[in-house]
């Protein structure tokens, strides 16, 4: 039974990703402690909320430098929401923050936009992004997703990577695209909540898994 | 234009999802966990659970519903009825739910929505807003479920939610609830234009076309659909065809 632990540092609600992923018949646990990583097959951080309070509770619980030692290792790691965001160098939400640095780039405010409400609240479709091309889901842990689907966002910032390589999924937002998925070897960061966007959510956690 | 969300919505009441007229007379229509299973396969994108008797007999009851709900349905789930703290509204978030809709404790004590914004997040916080027809051009706000009066302009209350940290508006005409007479599109397009946050209508859709309608005249979000998918007269993905057909994106899963 694959071993998934949820990082819970007390942001937003990870209950339901606890529950998505138990469907799948993982044994799940939330996590506060870099001791509760030292079993994991698959680690997710999740969270929903401000990204300097964020990093601010993850370095409080010791959590920021195991959560780097994991990702170099090659194990799994999905960032959800500002757990995605969390996962790069730096955000400018209410001032410079610093983040996890493991995958480069900045996180921005969504741009205004006539007619177009911030926050973000609702579906959008996915589509392949990036410097790969159309294939480049081929190859993730996209690849049961039809592209096109919508996901569920709830959100006023997003990512902009450094490099467009990390950059697999955008979503249209006004006239812009932003960021909606990353992928760094086994590290992925999903601005959307793949728990809440139905079946089609669903088979992203799945192939997760395969990992 | 973004994509129009078809929100289901299941006003519970003990073990049933019941229905009535402007929120009187109610019937039973089935078990909540079935109808949130349909809904859910018929390709809804959300859940909005309305607790009509926790004033009465506390939270447990639509505590223990979206618990079960949480574990087989992975779209976002609104709660809402008696909500009066933080400490209820987190309760529910921790049962799965992912944002409050907070009505009567409100308006009673506007801080709440701050209160909640704050220790939950503004996309946690829906404000519900029952409203009845006064005059031309002019609404006021119902609380306890449609049943008494307050004498707040709606408007107004629409605009000082937004300000005081809601992440959205859920505006239920009590006039049209359960009536299919159609939406009250004036009062939704007062409210649209009044705020910067997303805006959820319902109350009185009986036919998709009555929802494409709404849509292209008021720019509104969302909207929340009871009778149309409880008597079977639709399923959700009928009033997704229509919609489509008539020009207004909708959300594929």
């Known amino acids: 039974m694959k071993k998934v632990r949820i990082i819970d540092y007390y942001l937003g609600n990870i209950f339901s990703v606890a529950r998505a992923f138990e469907s799948f018949g993982c044994d799940v646990k939330t996590v506060n402690t870099p001791e509760g990583l030292e079993d994991a097959d698959h680690i997710v951080l999740p969270g929903v909320g401000a990204f300097g309070e964020g990093m601010r509770r993850l370095n409080e619980r010791g959590m920021s430098g195991p959560i780097r030692d994991v990702a170099a290792s090659g194990k799994p790691l999905m960032g959800i929401c500002l757990g995605m965001q969390l996962l790069f160098s730096f955000s400018e939400e209410f001032g410079r923050h610093e983040g996890l640095g493991i995958i480069p780039g900045g996180v921005k405010r969504l741009p205004e936009q006539p007619g177009v409400k911030i926050p973000h609240i609702g579906w959008g479709s996915i589509v392949p992004y990036g410097d790969k091309g159309e294939e480049v889901w081929d190859g993730s842990i996209l690849k049961k997703v039809r592209k096109g689907k919508d996901m569920y966002f709830v959100h006023s910032y997003a990512a902009c990577p450094e490099e467009d390589e990390s950059w697999i999924a955008g979503t249209l937002f006004g006239e812009n695209i932003f960021c909606s998925g990353v992928m760094k070897g086994n590290i992925y960061g999903f601005q959307f909540h793949p728990e809440k966007s139905g079946m089609e959510g669903l088979k992203i956690l799945e192939e997760f898994l395969k990992l | ?253």
């Open chain 2, 1 to 253: 234009m973004s994509k129009i969300r078809i929100i289901a919505r299941l006003d519970i009441k003990g073990p049933n999802v019941i229905k009535g007229i402007r929120f009187d007379g109610l019937r039973i229509m089935g078990r909540p966990d079935e109808l949130a299973m349909r809904y859910y396969e018929q390709g809804a994108d959300e859940l909005l659970y309305i607790d009509t008797v926790a004033s009465l007999y506390g939270r447990d009851n639509i505590a223990q519903v979206v618990r079960e709900a949480a574990g087989h349905i992975f779209i976002p789930m609104t709660v809402g009825g008696g909500i009066r703290s933080v400490e209820d509204a987190r309760a529910l978030l921790q049962s799965g739910a992912d944002k409050v809709a907070v009505n009567t404790a409100a308006v009673k004590r506007p801080e709440l929505i701050t209160e909640i914004a704050e220790a939950l997040g503004s996309q946690a916080v829906v404000a519900s807003l029952q409203v009845k027809k006064k005059g031309p051009e002019s609404w006021e706000i119902y609380i306890d479920n449609g049943r008494e009066t307050t004498g707040i302009d709606a408007i107004g209350w629409a605009k000082r939610a937004a300000s005081l940290g809601a992440g959205e508006i859920l505006v239920t005409s009590v006039d049209r609830d359960g009536t299919a007479m159609g939406f009250e599109t004036e009062l939704v397009k007062a409210v649209v234009q009044a705020v910067n946050i997303p805006v959820i209508a319902g109350g009185g859709a009986k036919t998709p076309e009555d929802i494409s309608d709404l849509v292209l005249e008021t720019g509104v979000d969302a909207v929340t659909v009871a009778s149309m998918i409880h008597y079977k007269r639709y399923r959700v993905g009928d009033i997704k065809n229509v919609l489509k057909a008539k020009g207004v994106p909708v959300v594929e899963h």
